[in-house]
């Protein structure tokens, strides 16, 4: 069991190191992270008096 535990806690520490890999070189290989900008309007109706 303890051999277990040691696996999975080893494969989410490499998992976790290559998310933070991927971040940080993710642009220099061509990955876009940034959020898609475009104007959004929406009309409003006011009720009062």
């Known amino acids: 069991m303890g051999k277990l535990f040691r696996a999975l806690l080893v494969l989410l520490l490499l998992a ?3 998310l933070v890999a991927y971040a940080y070189l993710g642009p220099i290989f061509g990955a876009d992270f940034s959020a898609p ?3 959004v309007r929406v009309p409003v109706e006011l009720q009062g008096e």
Request: charged share 15%.
């Open 16 to 18: 976790a190191v290559a």
């Open 37 to 39: 900008q475009s104007e």
